[in-house]
C-alpha cells in the first residue's frame, strides 16, 4: 500500500484503465460461460426458463436480445451496483492518498460487518448472536494477517485525514450496499446468473470508461490506451476476471456474508503459498490473524438457520438486528 501511495499519476492511469478492462473480461468469460453452462446442467432438468440462453447459438443470441436489447430497465437496475462499485474503487484510491497504509488496511475491513447489516436490512434475514460475533472476529483476522508495519520512507506526502476517512466511509458503505443490491437482483427473479452479468458488466464498462476518460483523457490520448501493458498485466486482468465469474457464483449459492468469510480463507492461503515459494516470513500477527479467521469460519457455520435465501415478509426490526 506505501508503495502505491508513492507511484505517480501513470499509476492512476493503469489503475481506471485496469478498472475498464476487467469488467470487459468479465463480460466476455460470462458469455462463453452461456454457451458452456448446459455441460453443467446436463443430469439436472431446468425450467424452459432458465434454460433459454444455453445449448446453441441461437437461444444464445435470442436471449441476449430478449434480456439485454430488449429490456433497457433491467439494464438500468443492474447499472446501479456497477455505479456503486465505481464510486467504491475511487473513494478507496482517495483514502489512501490521504490515510497511513496501516490506518487504511484496518478501517477498510469495516466493509466486513457492513455487508452483515445490509444483508440484515436490504433482505430481511436474521443473524444470530454468534454470527454477529463471528463477522467481527472475522474482520479482525483479516487486518491482522494483512498488517504490515508502516515503514519509514523519503517521500514526504501531504495527507487530509478527515478526507481519508470520510471516503473510507463512502468506500464501506459503498461495498456492503452493491454487494447486496446485486444479490438481492440475483435471488428475486429467474433471469440467470449468466445473464444477470452480462447486464451488470455491459454498464460497467460504460461507466469505467466515462471514469478514465474524464480523469485521465489527455494522458491517455498522449500515450494511448494500452500504454504500460505487459503479459504480466493481461494475466492480471484474466485472473481477476475469473475471480469475479466465480464470486458470482458464491453470492448466487451462498450470499455476501460468506464471500467475505471466503475472501479472508484466500487470503490466509494466498500468504501461505507466498511463503513456500518466496520464503515469506510468518509473524505472530499473521498466525493471530488465521487463527481468528478460521475460528470465525467454524463459529459462522454453527447455526443451522437458513441465511441463503430472501426471507418473505417483514420482521421486526429489533428481531432482524439481534444481537447487534
Known amino acids: 500500500m506505501c508503495y502505491v501511495k508513492r507511484q505517480t499519476s501513470s499509476f492512476k492511469i493503469a489503475a481506471t484503465k485496469f478498472a475498464a478492462f476487467r469488467h470487459s473480461g468479465l463480460l466476455l468469460l460470462r458469455m462463453a460461460g452461456c454457451q458452456r453452462v448446459k455441460v453443467l446442467r446436463t443430469h439436472s432438468s431446468p425450467s424452459p426458463l432458465k434454460n433459454r440462453e444455453t445449448g446453441n447459438l441461437g437461444r444464445f443470441k435470442a436471449s441476449l436480445r430478449e434480456n439485454v436489447l430488449g429490456s433497457p430497465k433491467e439494464l438500468m437496475k443492474l447499472s446501479v451496483p456497477s455505479l456503486v462499485y465505481a464510486v467504491q474503487n475511487n473513494m478507496a484510491f482517495l483514502a489512501l492518498s490521504n490515510l497511513d497504509a496501516a490506518v487504511y488496511q484496518v478501517t477498510y475491513q469495516l466493509k466486513i460487518p457492513c455487508t452483515a447489516l445490509c444483508t440484515v436490512l436490504m433482505l430481511n434475514r436474521t443473524l444470530s448472536r454468534l454470527q454477529w460475533i463471528s463477522v467481527f472476529m472475522l474482520c479482525g483476522g483479516v487486518v491482522l494477517v494483512q498488517w504490515r508495519p508502516a515503514q519509514a520512507t523519503g517521500v514526504v506526502v501531504e495527507q487530509n485525514p478527515l478526507l481519508g476517512f470520510g471516503a473510507i466511509a463512502v468506500a464501506?458503505?459503498?461495498?456492503?450496499?452493491?454487494?447486496?443490491?446485486?444479490?438481492?437482483?440475483?435471488?428475486?427473479?429467474?433471469?440467470?446468473?449468466?445473464?444477470?452479468?452480462?447486464?451488470?458488466?455491459?454498464?460497467?464498462?460504460?461507466?469505467?470508461?466515462?471514469?478514465?476518460?474524464?480523469?485521465?483523457?489527455?494522458?491517455?490520448?498522449?500515450?494511448?490506451?494500452?500504454?504500460g501493458y505487459t503479459y504480466y498485466v493481461w494475466l492480471v486482468i484474466f485472473l481477476a476476471s475469473v475471480g469475479g465469474l466465480y464470486t458470482s457464483v458464491v453470492v448466487k449459492y451462498t450470499d455476501n456474508i460468506m464471500k467475505g468469510f471466503s475472501a479472508a480463507a484466500a487470503i490466509v492461503l494466498s500468504t501461505i503459498a507466498s511463503v513456500m515459494l518466496f520464503g515469506l516470513q510468518i509473524t505472530l500477527t499473521f498466525a493471530l490473524g488465521t487463527l481468528l479467521v478460521c475460528v470465525s469460519i467454524y463459529l459462522y457455520g454453527l447455526p443451522r438457520q437458513d441465511t441463503t435465501?430472501?426471507?418473505?415478509?417483514?420482521?421486526?426490526?429489533?428481531?432482524?438486528?439481534?444481537?447487534?
Open 172 to 227: 464501506v458503505l459503498c461495498s456492503g450496499f452493491a454487494g447486496v443490491y446485486f444479490e438481492k437482483v440475483l435471488k428475486s427473479s429467474d433471469t440467470s446468473l449468466w445473464v444477470r452479468n452480462i447486464q451488470m458488466y455491459l454498464s460497467g464498462i460504460v461507466v469505467t470508461l466515462v471514469g478514465v476518460y474524464l480523469s485521465d483523457g489527455a494522458e491517455i490520448k498522449e500515450k494511448g490506451f494500452f500504454y
Open 309 to 324: 435465501s430472501i426471507q418473505q415478509g417483514e420482521p421486526a426490526s429489533k428481531e432482524r438486528v439481534s444481537g447487534v
